[in-house]
């Protein structure tokens, strides 16, 4: 069986360090689990492409720079860029056209009116009102009209997120839309153990941006009636400004700057809790990967209670809720786990176990699939605790 997987949006590499290209490598992953040939349709590359991957066919059209350089240019340049993915996929063949909704590409619709292939179109984010609300969109209508071709076409919309769905319904009512939140490899990260020595240490990993909320953590941190040590893996804006944080409150913090999703495992080894401190007041359409990942790493996990977050932590038994953009809560809940080692590593045995059965990336593959006449090759495998 042959899979076009096509992303035609120049803000997220194939090969890539954000949770989204990790996004695009684990679903290639798991379809190639199935036995299908896969082969990467994209505008962009990046340049840390994990050994394992190294022979999947990728076929590369970048984005064109317009000579104006104004977003309406680039607007242009995206759908002619996706339309020659399109063109390069009907040249190829697929039976599956699996696309990574983007702005302004109907490569899915392009391609399954002419072919009859299965149309998988994956949604992560109301792409139209975040591109409005956070950077520049010209053609908000023809962003409207592409979605509503692409959505239209799919023989499944994959909805990463209820309120996603409930988006992607809004405009297009006849979609016929799955959520399938994201997932986990806890073959590629195993459970950790806490390092004994010194102080806990509490990890955060992520983009270091402003709905990620970390500013929580370093405040939190200076809150704490319990010496424990702050790790942050990551990098992004906001860097600056979280290291003068830091150094005001008088925290000593481990900033490991930014690394590789196959970099991610070790530097989770020897903390003792994760944090996810999601801000109040942010559009919580997400299903956070870190989360999935503290937990498969074996971490118990203090997250905010906010959006999703509730379906992945399940409060008291995989790691605590607490209230968004509240320090002093945020302190309490790592407070509780670090002075009860024990209780903290139950909870983080129950979460790999938990992600183990439910939320691996074949796991999604399997919802985002069930009912399609696919010709599937191989058995699933699952990892084991």
Same mark, same amino acid.
């Given at each position: 069986?042959?899979?076009?997987?096509?992303?035609?949006?120049?803000?997220?590499?194939?090969?890539?360090?954000?949770?989204?290209?990790?996004?695009?490598?684990?679903?290639?992953?798991?379809?190639?689990?199935?036995?299908?040939?896969?082969?990467?349709?994209?505008?962009?590359?990046?340049? @840390?492409?994990?050994?394992?991957?190294?022979?999947?066919?990728?076929?590369?059209?970048?984005?064109?720079?317009?000579?104006?350089?104004?977003?309406?240019?680039?607007?242009?340049?995206?759908?002619?860029?996706?339309?020659?993915?399109?063109?390069?996929?009907?040249?190829?063949?697929?039976?599956?056209?699996?696309?990574?909704?983007?702005?302004?590409?109907?490569?899915?619709?392009?391609?399954?009116?002419?072919?009859?292939?299965?149309?998988?179109?994956?949604?992560?984010?109301?792409?139209?009102?975040?591109?409005?609300?956070?950077?520049?969109?010209?053609?908000?209508?023809?962003?409207?009209?592409?979605?509503?071709?692409?959505?239209?076409?799919?023989?499944?919309?994959?909805?990463?997120?209820?309120?996603?769905?409930?988006?992607?319904?809004?405009?297009?009512?006849?979609?016929?839309?799955?959520?399938?939140?994201?997932?986990?490899?806890?073959?590629?990260?195993?459970?950790?153990?806490?390092?004994?020595?010194?102080?806990?240490?509490?990890?955060?990993?992520?983009?270091?941006?402003?709905?990620?909320?970390?500013?929580?953590?370093?405040?939190?941190?200076?809150?704490?009636?319990?010496?424990?040590?702050?790790?942050?893996?990551?990098?992004?804006?906001?860097?600056?400004?979280?290291?003068?944080?830091?150094?005001?409150?008088?925290?000593?913090?481990?900033?490991?700057?930014?690394?590789?999703?196959?970099?991610?495992?070790? @530097?989770?080894?020897?903390?003792?809790?994760?944090?996810?401190?999601?801000?109040?007041?942010?559009?919580?359409?997400?299903?956070?990967?870190?989360?999935?990942?503290?937990?498969?790493?074996?971490?118990?996990?203090?997250?905010?209670?906010?959006?999703?977050?509730?379906?992945?932590?399940?409060?008291?038994?995989?790691?605590?809720?607490?209230?968004?953009?509240?320090?002093?809560?945020?302190?309490?809940?790592?407070?509780?786990?670090?002075?009860?080692?024990?209780?903290?590593?139950?909870?983080?045995?129950?979460?790999?176990?938990?992600?183990?059965?439910?939320?691996?990336?074949?796991?999604?593959?399997?919802?985002?699939?069930?009912?399609?006449?696919?010709?599937?090759?191989?058995?699933?495998?699952?990892?084991?605790?």
């Amino acid at each position: 069986m042959r899979v076009a997987y096509v992303c035609a949006d120049p803000g997220v590499p194939a090969f890539g360090t954000k949770g989204a290209s990790v996004h695009i490598q684990e679903m290639v992953r798991a379809w190639r689990a199935k036995g299908a040939q896969v082969h990467l349709y994209v505008v962009r590359t990046g340049d @840390h492409v994990p050994d394992d991957l190294l022979d999947v066919p990728v076929t590369h059209v970048p984005v064109g720079r317009p000579a104006d350089g104004g977003t309406a240019g680039r607007e242009r340049a995206q759908r002619v860029a996706a339309d020659a993915l399109a063109r390069a996929v009907l040249a190829d063949g697929a039976d599956v056209v699996h696309e990574r909704y983007s702005l302004f590409s109907i490569a899915l619709a392009q391609v399954t009116a002419r072919t009859g292939a299965v149309g998988l179109l994956e949604v992560n984010s109301p792409l139209v009102e975040e591109q409005a609300q956070h950077r520049e969109l010209v053609d908000a209508a023809g962003a409207l009209a592409a979605l509503r071709t692409q959505a239209a076409a799919a023989d499944r919309v994959l909805a990463v997120s209820g309120p996603v769905s409930d988006w992607v319904r809004t405009h297009v009512p006849s979609a016929r839309v799955v959520i399938t939140p994201n997932g986990v490899d806890p073959g590629r990260i195993h459970a950790v153990a806490p390092d004994r020595v010194g102080a806990p240490v509490v990890v955060f990993v992520g983009t270091l941006k402003p709905w990620h909320g970390v500013e929580h953590l370093l405040d939190a941190a200076a809150l704490a009636r319990r010496p424990w040590q702050v790790r942050v893996v990551g990098d992004g804006p906001q860097a600056s400004a979280l290291r003068e944080r830091a150094d005001r409150l008088g925290l000593s913090v481990d900033f490991r700057g930014a690394v590789t999703p196959q970099e991610v495992p070790t @530097h989770l080894e020897g903390a003792a809790v994760a944090v996810a401190p999601y801000p109040a007041g942010q559009d919580q359409y997400f299903s956070p990967l870190k989360v999935l990942e503290y937990s498969a790493a074996a971490l118990p996990v203090v997250a905010s209670d906010v959006g999703q977050l509730g379906d992945l932590v399940h409060d008291g038994v995989t790691g605590l809720l607490v209230p968004p953009s509240d320090p002093e809560a945020l302190a309490a809940a790592v407070d509780a786990l670090v002075s009860v080692p024990d209780r903290a590593e139950r909870m983080g045995r129950a979460g790999r176990r938990r992600v183990v059965r439910q939320h691996t990336w074949l796991h999604v593959l399997d919802r985002a699939t069930a009912g399609l006449a696919l010709p599937w090759a191989g058995a699933r495998e699952e990892a084991t605790a």
